[in-house]
C-alpha cells in the first residue's frame, strides 16, 4: 500500500504551497505528488491529466491523498463519480486537513456514506456562492460601462468593410480571413452579425447531390461495416474527453458491463471508429504499465474485428 498525492490550483497566479505544507510528512516521505497546475475546478476531475495518470499508475490498496476536499472536488456529481472510480480499482481515499480527516471517504459504511453526501452538498453550496458572486461582479462591472471578456479581433469599420465585400463584390470567406490575419469562422461570425451570410458563403463547401450522398453513404458502409468491441474502462476513461465527435458518441451510446473491480464499455461502431480509439488513447495508455496492458487488449480486439 503506498500513498499518492493530488494537487491541484486554478490560475497561474496561484500556488500550492499550502497543499504542500498539509502534506508535508508524506513528501518527506517520498510519496509521488500528481498535479494539475492553473487547472479550473470545473473541469471534471476523470479528465484532468494529473488525476488520470494518478489513477494509471495507482496499484490496489494504494491511498490517494489531498490538502483539502476542494483540490478535487466542487459538487455532488464529481463526489459520486471519483468515489465510484476509486472503490472499482480498490483505493482509498484521505483528506489531510478539515472536519473529514483521517476519514477513508471510499468506505461503504453508513456514516462515511452521510459524511460523503454531506460534503458533497457543502463542495457544491461554495461552488454555486462563488458563482453568484462574480455574476453579481460581473453586472456590475457592465452597469459601469466597461467592457469584458477578450478584445475583439476586428474593429466595426473593419467588420463594416468585410460585409461590404462580402456582399457587393463577391470576395470568398477564406480570401477575407487571408486579407485580415484572421481564422475564417471570425470572418462567419462578423458576417452573421452583419446580416449578410444566408447559406453557403462564396469559398465554402456546397453540400452534395442527395442520390450521390445516398449512394457514398452506402459504398461507406459496405467498406466500414458495424462491429461490435468491449473497450477496456481504463480505455474508455481516456477516451471520454476527445476531440472526435464520432469516438464520444459510440461510448456515450456503449454499455457498460461490470467485471470483478473493473469494467468494460460494449460499443457498437464502424471499424474505423475502433481504429480512432486506439490511436486516440495509444500516446497516453503507453505512459504505465496498466495503460500498456489494456492499450494491447484493446488494440486486439479491435483488429479481430476488423479481420472479421
Known sequence: MADRLYLRYSTDKQTNLRQKHALASYLNANAPAYE?????SRMHPLKRPGFLQLLDEAAVGDVVRLADAARLFRSVQDVLDVRDVLRRRGLHLRIAAGAWAGMDLTSEDPMTKLFVTML???LEFQRDMISENTRDGVAAARAEGKTLG???RLNQKQVDDIANAFEFDGVAVKALARQYDVDPKVIRRSLDSAGVRKG???GDELPENPSQTRESQQQTAAADPIAVVDIPGLVAEHLADV???AVREALQNGRTIRRGQGYLVRTAAPVSVHAAMVEHSAPVL??????????RLHSNRVTSARAS
Open 243 to 245: 476531440a472526435d465527435d
Open 120 to 122: 458533497a452538498g457543502v
Open 150 to 152: 477578450r478584445p475583439a
Open 286 to 295: 503507453m505512459a504505465s504499465p496498466a495503460g500498456r496492458k489494456a492499450h
Open 36 to 40: 494539475n497546475p492553473a487547472t479550473s
Open 200 to 202: 453557403p458563403a462564396a
